[in-house]
């Protein structure tokens, strides 16, 4: 075992250990390992229990939403019958297939999990396959497939086909198939809820040194289901393997920190979303940010500004095919909406209808549990720097705007002028509009992205157009100067006139805005107003209210080495890399009281921050050694 910054003791990877307990039926969202196929992302607690899956795609409604309804929410059971047993578990190299060892008085059983993809990539459904092998003695084994409908899905039922029974949830339908599995479809009266009743699959087995079993759920939305041969099921396990060892091997980082870098980049490859190109913010819905309620938010849909940092890592990688899939779903996204400008939309590309709140209890008991986010209708200056920096990088890398995107580029260019005077909900989507500095910054971001743009011949705007834009952008910078600095903290602040700070400012030491002295004030400030320990807060205040936000950490190490503090990003790095669980993955916030996960998991925008921390540390680095031999 090992203890993270805060006391909180945490299992490490390939260690035995006692399963998390279950509260109620719940355990701590460090306990989650998660796999997915590029379509949907499955939630894998330590007990082998899976608490989160909708099926067939990631922004489903789920059927197996037990993560925040433990009685109702619906979940796949697979363990020993004996409840004293130990734990061992840890990826694949360089996979998202898990393996999870238990150990109990009389034997050893492994059990690999997977979301099979297919030959040629992602398969046509969803197909979660469960290989369960015999490793030492025997070990009775239960399982159960019970579905939920507590997240906006319709009641379950059952049908019986000529190829066995199907559960189906409106136009979901599900099918289990699998061999040695010890399946047991008829129920007698009295005992069906006790083995989950006749809407559920279940079964019971005994693995022996050398078993093999396999368990496999199928599932569609709003078409024919296919049952396949649960013996290719199985070979197709060993297949996703070697497709994701080989997406791996085209994964092209060889700096520092590369363990945490390449679970973070696997993390984050689970939630692009095939499909369309579109990246989802983090897989889940509804997790708390605090222990209180009322921040419980879905965050299956694709932001922006999210969007914005994968790409810089996807180019910085070279990983072409996942950043020409992004860059075409958001151009794409945002010329069929007309311009307007959205914080994020589905991940189809349509506009989200709002939000709804669903029955679920939440983790814990820890609601109102929502689908949807209500951040959608917001105004937030700071996107026209997301879409702009993108398309910068993307170009930076060898990449041709067509004229139609130089066209829709200066358009947003053209309203990050006329409108970085207004008043937005800043990147934290708060309720309250202000002049929030870093939304400035973000607008002179936008326009300095524009005129380079233009400068590498990959903009063609009319020659006023140029002007305005650099008159601008000389504006916003004297604004910030004037409006933006609090001399008596030494820092920027969040808004003029107070005295609040604001973590996101520190992403403008990357952006170019400022790499001096008052960067370098701002950063002192924060580690001694934002902190508890090596992580930081969002804002002054808020550590009432929520735990600390990871990725707001991460953006410190990257800014101390943009301003040339060296020695302190890589010390901070240091430790930043050990707050992630026993198999590498990161929620939103930790508390900073005992160190337990809150938020949505995976959460993109945590891993994004590592990522790109350990990219900007390094370079940074390799610049000032440049720097010192050009200086011999």
């Known amino acids: 075992m090992q203890a993270d910054h805060f006391g909180a003791t945490t299992a490490a990877a390939g260690e035995w250990h006692r399963p998390d307990p279950r509260d109620d039926g719940y355990v701590p969202l460090r306990s989650y390992g998660a796999i997915g196929d590029g379509r949907t992302v499955a939630l894998i ?25 433990a009685g109702k929410g619906g979940r796949i059971e697979l363990r020993p019958v004996d409840d004293d047993f130990e734990v061992q578990r840890e990826y694949v190299e360089n996979t998202n297939v898990l393996v999870t060892r238990f150990r109990t008085s009389t034997g050893v059983v492994q059990i690999t999990d997977a979301l099979v993809t297919g030959i040629a990539g992602r398969l046509p459904w969803a197909e979660l396959a ?124 060889d700096g520092p920190w590369s363990d945490a870098v390449q679970r973070s980049a696997l993390a984050l490859k689970l939630l692009i979303f095939s499909p369309t190109g579109a990246i989802a913010a983090a897989a889940t819905a509804a997790l708390p940010e605090n222990f209180t309620g009322d921040k419980n938010w879905d965050y299956r849909f694709a932001w922006v500004r999210d969007l914005a940092y994968t790409v810089n890592a996807l180019v910085r990688f070279g990983l072409r095919e996942e950043t020409q899939a992004a860059v075409s779903w958001l151009l794409s996204a945002l010329k069929a909406n007309g311009r307007t400008m959205h914080i994020f939309l589905n991940l189809d590309g349509s506009v989200p209808d709002g939000t709804h709140e669903t029955g679920s209890e939440g983790w814990r008991g820890i609601g109102p549990v929502y689908k949807g986010n209500p951040a959608g209708e917001q105004l937030q200056l700071g996107t026209y720097a997301d879409i702009l920096a993108i398309m910068s990088q ?35 989507e708060l309720p309250d509009e202000q002049h929030y500095v870093s939304s400035k910054m973000g607008c002179w971001q936008a326009i300095d992205a524009a005129l380079h743009l233009t400068e590498v011949g990959q903009m063609h705007p009319d020659p006023e157009d140029v002007v305005f834009w650099r008159k601008n952008r000389d504006l916003i910078e004297d604004w910030v100067a004037e409006h933006g600095w609090n001399e008596k903290i030494g820092s920027y602040v969040m808004y003029p006139g107070s005295e609040k700070l604001d973590a996101s400012v520190l992403l403008h030491a990357p952006s170019g805005f400022d790499r001096g002295e008052r960067m370098s004030r701002t950063i002192d400030a924060m580690q001694r107003g934002l902190s508890a ?23 410190l190490a990257s800014a101390l080495a943009c301003v040339g503090r060296q020695d302190e990003a890589v010390e901070l790095m240091d430790q ?23 938020g949505n998991v995976p959460q993109g925008l945590s891993h994004l921050a590592l990522v790109n921390a350990a990219i900007t540390i390094d370079e940074m680095s390799r610049e000032g050694t440049t720097d010192d031999m050009e200086g011999q």
């Open 394 to 428: 993307y170009a930076a890398d060898g990449n041709i705007l067509d004229e139609s995107t130089g066209d829709l580029l200066a358009g947003f260019a053209d309203d990050a002028c006329r409108r970085w005077q207004e008043k937005d909900s800043g990147m934290w």
């Open 576 to 598: 930043l890399v050990q707050q992630p669980n026993d198999v590498g993955l990161l929620t939103e916030m930790i508390s900073a009281d005992d160190g337990q996960f809150l």
């Open 130 to 253: 469960r290989r369960i092998e015999g490793v030492t003695g025997s070990v009775a084994m239960r399982w159960a497939v019970i579905p939920g409908n507590t997240f906006g899905t319709h009641p379950i039922r059952r049908v019986d086909t000529l190829h066995g029974p199907v559960l189906r949830a409106a136009d979901i339908n599900l099918a289990l198939v699998g061999f040695e599995h010890g399946r047991l479809d008829s129920v007698e009266p009295g005992d069906g809820e006790a083995h989950g009743g006749p809407h559920r699959f279940w079964g019971e087995f005994t693995t022996h040194e050398g078993s093999r079993s396999l368990i496999c759920l199928c599932g569609v939305e709003d078409e024919p289901l296919h049952l396949p041969d649960p013996h290719v099921v199985d070979q197709g396990i060993d297949r996703t393997v070697r497709n994701w060892q080989t997406w791996s091997d085209e994964f092209n980082w």
């Open 533 to 555: 320990g090596p992580l930081l807060f969002r804002y002054s205040e808020v550590d009432q209210e929520e735990g600390t936000f990871v990725a707001c950490a991460f953006w």
């Open 45 to 69: 607690a330590r007990d082998g229990q899976i608490d989160w899956l909708p099926m067939p795609d990631m922004d489903s409604d789920p059927v197996f939403s037990g993560i925040v309804d």
